[in-house]
């Protein structure tokens, strides 16, 4: 689960390559609900809308696991 403590060590886990899928949308699905995914850099805020658009994620950051193969 990841908290307000562990965030960055997340966020570095994916810039690093070192998160699996379900760690990928379960950060951005908490970038989107605090509301940081359009605050940091362009990347996310992009990133977080192609989840919203292909209905990975809901615009309140929940993810919809029926869309997740």
């Known amino acids: ?5 562990n965030r960055v060590k997340y966020i570095m886990g994916y810039e690093c390559g070192d998160l699996n899928d379900k760690e990928s949308l379960e950060l951005f699905s908490h ?4 509301g940081m995914a359009w605050n940091l850099q362009g990347h996310y805020g992009r990133t977080a809308k192609y989840l919203i658009d292909n209905d990975y994620i ?3 950051g929940e993810i919809n696991w029926d869309n997740i193969n």
Request: glycine letters at 0%; zero cysteines; proline letters at 0%.
């Open 31 to 34: 970038l989107i609900k605090n």
């Open 58 to 60: 809901n615009k309140n």
């Open 1 to 5: 689960m990841i908290t307000n403590e």
